[in-house]
T-cell receptor
């Protein structure tokens, strides 16, 4: 158990819809990262938050947005969903905002299926 | 950013050692070499990391070439539970700059 909690574990929705994925980081971790993993693809970094502030953006579509709340949980909002958005979405947390030696702790992921 | 190259897949017999290679010929002096693994239906988990010297922990050993252009993750005695995708990544400025590739899918044969 990594200590990172993601909900929901599975989500099936239709094209054009909007969904929200939720992540609670490990206790004490201030940094939250979101990743997308499509079938047989590596992990694509989407966005990072640190202590409520956006810290870095990766390959995140304009239809996607995220935020981190004062209690440090984070939400990833995906709108105008397309078939190609079907993927596993992982949240990870770490203590620091920027570390080359620290560990990332990953949740078990949210599997999104867009029909 | 420096990239890594790994074989797409490898096989190992149970209870035998496994050597998972990673090439990173464009590594910079500040890049730490990290290994993560992703078990089926789970998120990735940290395995080990190092800079220049070989490293050991309870999960694995990391052997780093003298020129740092390659490294090898060593599982001393593979178990069925070690069947996973293993990612070799380089980190010098934080995970927001890290590229997780496709990794090496390790199959452990009973």
């Amino acid at each position: 158990d990594s200590g990172v909690t993601q909900t929901p574990k599975h989500l099936i929705t239709a094209t054009g819809q909007r969904v929200t994925l939720r992540c609670s980081p490990r206790s004490g971790d201030l940094s939250v990262y979101w990743y997308q993993q499509s079938l047989d693809q590596g992990l694509q970094f989407l966005i990072q938050y640190y202590n409520g502030e956006e810290r870095a953006k990766g390959n995140i579509l304009e239809r996607f947005s995220a935020q981190q709340f004062p209690d440090l949980h984070s939400e990833l909002n995906l709108s105008s969903l397309e078939l190609g958005d079907s993927a596993l979405y992982f949240c990870a947390s770490s203590v620091e905002a920027r570390s080359n030696t620290g560990e990332l702790f990953f949740g078990e992921g949210s599997r999104l299926t867009v029909l | 950013d420096a990239k890594t190259t790994q074989p797409n897949s490898m096989e190992s017999n149970e209870e035998e050692p496994v050597h998972l290679p990673c090439n990173h010929s464009t590594i910079s002096g500040t890049d730490y070499i990290h290994w993560y693994r992703q078990l089926p239906s789970q998120g990735p988990e940290y395995v080990i990391h190092g800079l220049t010297s070989n490293v050991n922990n309870r999960m694995a050993s990391l052997a780093i070439a003298e020129d740092r252009k390659s490294s090898t993750l060593i599982l001393h005695r593979a178990t069925l539970r070690d069947a996973a995708v293993y990612y070799c990544i380089l980190n010098s400025g934080g995970y927001q700059k890290v590229t997780f590739g496709i990794g090496t899918k390790l199959q452990v044969i009973p």
